[in-house]
């Protein structure tokens, strides 16, 4: 589970929009949307690079000083949203 890595899915039809340290991901051929705050932000700029999970969870550990089972739990939830939403693929 350590080596998981996911990337954002490149689609024309999935526009991604951020200002504010916040955003939106929108998929206009379904009409369906998922806003997101900083956090997320940082989780989706590092799944366009390709980052893995555990890269992620320490890079957000390090700048809240939170609790890294329940930060890996919510990156793993938001992950899990945006996979049912289309928005990413899981990649070896």
Known sequence: MADEKWKLKQQIHIEYDSHD??????????ASFCSYNPTAKHVLEALQKGVKLDE??????????????VIRQDVLNFIQQLDEMGYINEVA
């Open 21 to 30: 340290g916040s955003g939106i991901l929108i998929d206009t051929r379904e």
């Open 56 to 69: 992620i969870v320490t890079e957000i550990q390090k700048h809240y000083h939170a609790n890294k089972t």
